[in-house]
């Protein structure tokens, strides 16, 4: 267990619905990632907030948004939902510790449109 | 954009035998990280190399890094079952973590 929770675990919706998933870091850990993983694509990195803040955009969709509340809690909104977009999502913290930059991913939420 | 270029892809072995995966990455982070993924579950750490020359061994994984030729290598000694798996490298730079295509590592009995 990587002290990473995400939620729900599953999803099961229809295109062009909107839906949210929620990610806690571990505790301590201010920064928050989210990656999409699909069997074509692999794992592409979308965003990284860290503190609230977003720090960094990476593959992400305009039909995604994400956002950090103050008790470091993030959600990643995924609207307009397309067959595509049926996929794993990952959220990860990251160390402060030995390990700089180490992240630690939660279990995923698995994401399917139909 | 940087690029991280794992090989093979797919490796199917036979147990107690010896194998590297390779993950050559196009940037001058001296930062390499090595996850494992089961089918279905999310990424577990594995290794983390900071600096040239790092080497890292748990078990029968090994991995080491040389940032001069870009290349980090993930060795397994003694293959046993337990280790089939998804192997991915990442690369640190400029705030974003980069990840190879994976390895999907099969071994068998």
């Known amino acids: 267990d990587s002290g990473v929770t995400q939620t729900p675990k599953h999803l099961i919706t229809a295109t062009g619905q909107r839906v949210t998933l929620r990610c806690s870091p571990r505790?301590?850990?201010?920064?928050v990632y989210w990656y999409q993983q699909s069997l074509d694509q692999g794992l592409q990195f979308l965003i990284q907030y860290y503190n609230g803040e977003e720090r960094a955009k990476g593959n992400i969709l305009e039909r995604f948004s994400a956002q950090q509340f103050p008790d470091l809690h993030s959600e990643l909104n995924l609207s307009s939902l397309e067959l595509g977009d049926s996929a794993l999502y990952f959220c990860?913290?990251?160390?402060?510790?030995?390990?700089?930059?180490?992240?630690?991913f939660g279990p995923g939420t698995r994401l399917t449109v139909l | 954009e940087l690029k991280v270029e794992q090989n093979p892809l797919f490796l199917s072995m036979q147990e107690g035998k010896n194998y590297t995966i390779y993950c050559n990455y196009s940037?001058?982070?001296?930062?390499l990280y090595w996850y494992r993924q089961d089918p279905g579950k999310s990424l577990e750490s594995l290794f983390v190399l900071l600096s040239n020359g790092a080497v890292k061994q748990e078990g029968r994984l090994m991995a080491s890094l040389d940032t001069k030729a870009r290349l980090s290598t993930l060795h397994i000694t003694a293959a046993v079952h337990d280790l089939s798996a998804t192997y991915f490298c990442a690369v640190w730079d400029f705030n974003k973590f980069y990840f190879g295509s994976g390895t999907k590592l099969n071994v068998k009995p």
């Open positions: 990860a913290s990251r160390s402060r510790g030995q390990a700089p930059n180490e992240q630690f």
């Open positions: 505790s301590g850990d201010l920064s």
């Open positions: 940037t001058t982070s001296d930062r």
